[in-house]
């Protein structure tokens, strides 16, 4: 069994279900990739493994474990780590202070933890004093990836961690995506700019309409004609 | 020309004064702000709060004086602030658990809770009439002076007397006192830290595992501190009614909101740029102008710019000109 599985999840914010048996699993160390159109509920989808969403069907177990019932917050103590797409960092806050932040549910010593986020985004050492809400884009997001990397997670979930920035620090961010994963740390990400993150992707989903279009790895998608032509623009 | 005697009015008139009322808007802005910050909403209660946690301060006093209890120089009052504080913060908690709590819980919009909190106002009014009655109430003892006027005169030979009173002293030493005890909690500790972060980003606190009950009660804690000791404080340079605690409302509302709804920093700069130009405003320079412009040009008015009757208007006026020119504050807070 998969290291997460969400099984036939069906659901939505009100009465009309947004979600329908959609079905998502990751392996360890692995990266997962959900694509597909606008509207396609893939950040409903991820909010969904997270538990921000009122399921009426289908389960989420985490390393074997049944999480379905469990809030956010008791899904980090679990391992999870959730970026959001917006608002995702303590603006007025160091950087520093925004990784001692990450780590609050931590109780023991995380000055390792924040050394090993600063090997990955060097930058942020460089810029540890300085408020989040001051940094450009691109190292805001590092600096989000790394507030949810500080608690140690199992599974990091990122929705849309490349929304706005450029193409270059784009490259970089999936850089340290797969250094993370390297690390045995499973991801699963939303991705808009599809082309390039199913490149890096072991897994690819496309979602169209809150149900699975085409579940395969991140290679065999590429290179599927009918997927090409209708969700990567040819 | 005699610029030593202009200084000399100046600091006596209004500098002094004006630190210290400064100093006591700055603590209860200070109060005002850290609200606005977490529970996102203004406090219209905190100017009663302010009078009822005075009043438990005054009940103290008089118990600790008819036990013979005094601190020497120092006001008795110094020694019930704790007692004061604690009564104030418990009824304060109540109060949330039974009032505010039920609004948070429906996640009621901020204009909702500042009726809500109007409501609260008009109730701890009523209780603190209730308990310590409406009359000006005097509960400073201790030493009166730091420097005495006609001492003043005399070893320096000026024509100007400069009086430091004492709770002009200890206004302004207590409020960088607690200023600094603060900025030291916000900014180093776990709780201040994860406080900032609830203020800052209330969704990924949450997601971070920061307990929102728990920031909420440290909040009223602290916030009943500061009310509590501004209140002192003030009934200490003053004197104590009721009433003027509720109209000491504006100017402290003031003073958070042009400094910046939700800055600490802007709610103690706010503090002193409104004391500062109400005391301005409303003194009569003719002294002052006396001294320092040749005779020629000296006043014959007295060259007061408003009466001092009008003194609320000058915070009511500096608080329009700051929302339509910088809608935010001068520290940057949070659009209102």
Request: proline share 4%; charged share 15%; with cysteine.
């Amino acid at each position: 069994m998969s290291f997460l599985a969400a099984e036939n999840m069906t659901g939505g914010y009100g009465a009309a279900d947004i979600l329908h048996d959609c079905t998502l699993t990751v392996d360890k160390g692995e990266i997962a990739v959900i694509v597909g159109p606008n509207g396609a509920g893939k950040s409903t989808a991820m909010k969904a493994v997270f538990g921000m969403l009122n399921l009426r069907k289908g389960q989420v177990t985490l390393d074997g474990q049944d999480i379905t019932a469990l809030t956010p917050q008791d899904r980090v103590a679990k391992g999870m780590g959730f970026v959001p797409q917006v608002n995702n960092v303590f603006p007025s806050m160091s950087v520093e202070e925004n990784l001692e932040m990450g780590a609050f549910i931590r109780r023991d010593d995380f000055r390792a933890t924040m050394e090993q986020v600063y090997d990955l985004f060097p930058i942020l050492k460089d810029k540890r004093r300085q408020p989040a809400g001051e940094l450009s884009g691109g190292q805001r997001q590092q600096v989000a990836v790394g507030r949810a990397l500080m608690t140690q997670p199992k599974l990091l979930m990122l929705d849309e961690p490349t929304a706005g920035v450029s193409p270059i620090v784009m490259d970089e961010l999936f850089d340290r995506i797969i250094e993370v994963a390297r690390t045995g740390i499973s991801i699963l990400m939303v991705e808009q700019n599809a082309r390039q993150a199913l490149e890096i992707a072991d897994k690819g989903y496309v979602l169209v309409q809150g149900a699975n279009r085409y579940t395969d790895t991140g290679e065999a998608l590429l290179a599927n004609a009918e997927v090409r032509r209708t969700f990567l623009g040819g | 020309m005699d610029l030593l005697n202009a200084l000399v009015a100046l600091l006596n008139f209004v500098v002094i004064p004006a630190t210290a009322y400064g100093a006591q808007l700055a603590l209860g802005a200070l109060g005002v702000t850290l609200i606005y910050g977490i529970l996102r909403f203004s406090n219209f209660a905190h100017g009663d709060t302010m009078a009822l946690g005075t009043g438990f301060v005054i009940l103290v006093t008089w118990w600790l004086q008819s036990l013979g209890v005094s601190l020497g120089p120092l006001p008795t009052a110094f020694l019930a602030l704790p007692f004061g504080i604690a009564a104030t913060a418990a009824v304060v908690l109540l109060t949330d658990r039974g009032v505010y709590r039920f609004y948070r819980r429906q996640k009621a919009a901020p204009v909702i809770l500042v009726i809500v909190s109007m409501g609260v106002m008009f109730v701890m009014n009523g209780v603190t009439r209730f308990v310590i009655g409406v009359e000006e109430i005097r509960f400073a003892d201790g030493a009166r002076f730091l420097i005495n006027a006609n001492e003043f005169k005399k070893s320096t030979g000026l024509a100007e007397g400069l009086a430091f009173k004492a709770s002009q002293a200890q206004t302004i030493a207590a409020a960088v006192l607690v200023v600094a005890l603060l900025f030291w909690f916000l900014n180093k500790t776990r709780t201040g830290k994860s406080m900032r972060a609830y203020s800052d980003n209330e969704d990924l606190a949450l997601l971070s595992g920061i307990n929102p009950e728990r920031v909420v009660a440290v909040t009223w804690i602290i916030a009943s501190g500061l009310a509590v000791i501004a209140g002192t404080l003030y009934g200490l340079d003053k004197s104590f009614k009721a009433f003027n605690y509720f109209q000491l409302l504006l100017p402290v509302f003031a003073s958070a909101i042009v400094g910046g709804l939700g800055s600490p920093l802007g709610a103690i700069a706010g503090g002193f740029l409104i004391a500062f130009s109400e005391v301005g405003l409303t003194y009569a320079w003719k002294k002052v102008a006396t001294y320092v412009l040749p005779e020629a040009l000296a006043p014959d008015g007295l060259a007061q710019l408003l009466s001092t009757d009008y003194k609320f208007a000058v915070s009511f006026a500096l608080l329009i000109v700051v929302l339509l020119f910088k809608p935010t504050g001068l520290f940057k807070g949070k659009s209102v």
